[in-house]
């Protein structure tokens, strides 16, 4: 089986690699995408991608540093958006767990970037934690300027708003969490996702399958195959099934 992890992070976190990268290809972990959420992640995901067999990239601003963002800002990441493995912008979003940034300024750095998207021809990777009234307000707004699609990474909003994000062209990630006892509103989710738009993630190093242990792409084996459990599939078909998915949204993959 070929394993896709569509949202991992290894800039700053501490892995020992090559080590690391060894162990997630021994799992047979064949796509890592490294999401961007600042500039030099983006950049150090970058070079990266550049030097590793089945290591790609996002370049973005997660909106929890959405102050920070300028015109130089702008003007890096398309820099990084031409780069072969460069396969989405993101992730970029809202993030209304925190009070800072102001709730105005990530929708105005949110925006700005999903018109980068369109300028670039990229997908888009979105962060969204506790905004999803704001998102599904936003989004129907910018539909025209999504024309390669998006990813819900880490999908959290419930069952009962996945048809209407899924009818504006989403994707939808699932990650550790489907693997907790007590994730029923994961689990449902897992279980109403259309065929066409399920992927896998880890979110590395946060959200393993093993509570208080740091994840990694590694892992994903194990969460492809708590997700073919919920959805009545086999791994291999699922596995599958989220390589073509990828490839179809990310078209950079190959």
């Not at 994707?171 to 994961?186: D, I, L, Q």
């Amino acid at each position: 089986m070929n394993f896709l992890d569509i949202h991992a992070h290894f800039a700053d976190e501490g892995y020992d690699l090559p080590a690391e990268w060894e162990r997630i290809r021994a799992a047979s972990v064949t796509t890592v995408v490294l999401a961007g959420d600042t500039l030099a992640h983006s950049i150090a995901h970058r070079d990266f991608a550049a030097s590793h067999d089945g290591a790609y990239f996002t370049a973005g601003i997660h909106p929890s540093d959405a102050a920070c963002f300028s015109d130089g800002t702008a003007d890096a990441l398309r820099a990084l958006f031409s780069h072969p493995k460069c396969v989405a912008v993101g992730e970029a979003g809202l993030d209304y767990h925190y009070p800072a940034p102001a709730r105005a300024v990530q929708k105005a750095v949110f925006i700005r970037q999903i018109e980068l998207a369109e300028e670039a021809d990229l997908p888009l990777q979105i962060h969204a934690r506790d905004c999803a009234a704001d998102m599904l307000a936003l989004l129907p707004d910018m539909r025209a300027h999504l024309k390669q699609g998006f990813l819900l990474h880490c999908y959290s909003q419930g069952a009962e708003m996945l048809p209407a994000f899924a009818a504006l062209g989403a994707y939808f990630s699932f990650g550790g969490v489907a693997c907790f006892k007590n994730a029923k509103k994961v689990w449902e989710s897992v279980r109403a996702c259309p065929a066409d738009r399920i992927l896998s993630e880890t979110d590395s190093p946060y959200l393993s399958p093993f509570r208080g242990e740091k994840n990694t792409p590694a892992n994903i084996p194990v969460i492809v195959a708590a997700l073919a459990r919920l959805r009545g599939k086999t791994e291999e078909a699922l596995a599958a099934n989220i390589l073509q998915n990828a490839k179809r949204l990310f078209a950079k993959i190959g």
